[in-house]
C-alpha cells in the first residue's frame, strides 16, 4: 500500500527507461513519408519496446510484493491497483487518522503574539506590514501564521480584545 504523496522508487532494470531511439527514428520516418517500408520498422521498433516491457513484468510483481503464483487475472489486478495508489491521488490512501489537512481553524495562535500583532495594527500599521515586523525578529520570528489578522478581527468584533490584553499584561507582571 501506499502514503499519500508517496512516489514510487524502484531500483535495477525498473529504474532504468527502455532506449527508444529507434521507435522514435521510425515514427519520425511514418510521420515523414508513410510507406510500408516504414510502417514495418514502426511496427518492428514497438515490439521490441513492448518485449522490454514485457519482460520487466515479474519484476514489478516482486516490487509490490504480488504473488507469482496467483492467476495472471488477479496479478495483474492486484498490480493496477498497486500502480494506480503510487501515482493516482484518487487511489493513494492516506494513513493519519482522523486528520484533514487544510481544514477548519489553524491551530490556537498564543495570546502573546496576538496582543503584539494587536498593538501594532493599533498603532496603525496595517495588517500585512504587521506580520512583517513580527516575523522580522523577537520571539516571533518566522513564527507568525497568515491567519493572525482575522483572528485579531474576529477579537475585535467580539469586543474581546480588552480582555486579551489584560490577560496578557497581567502574565507579564507575574513573570
Same mark, same amino acid.
Not at 57 to 73: A, F, N, Q
Not at 78 to 83: N, P, R
Given at each position: 500500500?501506499?502514503?499519500?504523496?508517496?512516489?514510487?522508487?524502484? $531500483?535495477?532494470?525498473?529504474?532504468?527507461?527502455?532506449?527508444?531511439?529507434?521507435?522514435?527514428?521510425? %515514427? =519520425?520516418?511514418?510521420? *515523414?513519408?508513410?510507406?510500408? =517500408?516504414?510502417?514495418?520498422?514502426?511496427?518492428? *521498433?514497438?515490439?521490441? #519496446?513492448?518485449? =522490454?516491457?514485457?519482460?520487466?513484468?515479474?519484476?514489478?510483481? !516482486?516490487?509490490?510484493?504480488? !504473488?507469482?503464483?496467483?492467476?495472471?487475472?488477479?496479478?495483474?489486478?492486484?498490480?493496477?491497483?498497486?500502480?494506480?495508489?503510487?501515482?493516482?491521488?484518487?487511489? %493513494? #490512501?492516506?494513513?493519519?487518522?482522523?486528520?484533514?489537512?487544510?481544514?477548519?481553524?489553524?491551530?490556537?495562535?498564543?495570546?502573546? %503574539?496576538?496582543y503584539d500583532f494587536?498593538?501594532?495594527?493599533?498603532?496603525?500599521?496595517?495588517?500585512? =506590514?504587521?506580520?512583517?515586523?513580527?516575523? *522580522?525578529?523577537?520571539?516571533?520570528?518566522?513564527?507568525?501564521?497568515?491567519?493572525?489578522?482575522?483572528?485579531?478581527?474576529?477579537? !475585535?468584533?467580539?469586543?474581546?480584545? !480588552? $480582555?486579551?490584553?489584560?490577560?496578557?499584561e497581567e502574565d $507579564?507582571?507575574?513573570?
Amino acid at each position: 500500500m501506499s502514503k499519500l504523496n508517496h512516489k514510487p522508487r524502484f $531500483e535495477g532494470a525498473l529504474a532504468k527507461s527502455i532506449p527508444g531511439a529507434s521507435f522514435v527514428f521510425a %515514427m =519520425e520516418q511514418l510521420e *515523414a513519408n508513410f510507406n510500408k =517500408e516504414n510502417q514495418e520498422k514502426l511496427e518492428r *521498433a514497438w515490439r521490441e #519496446v513492448e518485449l =522490454e516491457q514485457y519482460i520487466k513484468i515479474p519484476l514489478l510483481l !516482486d516490487h509490490y510484493g504480488i !504473488d507469482k503464483s496467483l492467476s495472471e487475472e488477479i496479478r495483474n489486478h492486484l498490480l493496477v491497483f498497486a500502480l494506480a495508489q503510487d501515482v493516482v491521488p484518487g487511489f %493513494m #490512501v492516506d494513513r493519519k487518522l482522523n486528520e484533514r489537512p487544510g481544514r477548519g481553524r489553524p491551530k490556537k495562535i498564543p495570546a502573546k %503574539m496576538l496582543y503584539d500583532f494587536a498593538k501594532l495594527r493599533r498603532a496603525g500599521i496595517g495588517p500585512s =506590514e504587521a506580520v512583517r515586523k513580527l516575523n *522580522a525578529k523577537g520571539p516571533w520570528k518566522n513564527a507568525v501564521p497568515h491567519g493572525i489578522n482575522a483572528r485579531y478581527s474576529e477579537h !475585535d468584533r467580539q469586543g474581546s480584545l !480588552d $480582555e486579551l490584553f489584560r490577560k496578557v499584561e497581567e502574565d $507579564e507582571r507575574t513573570k
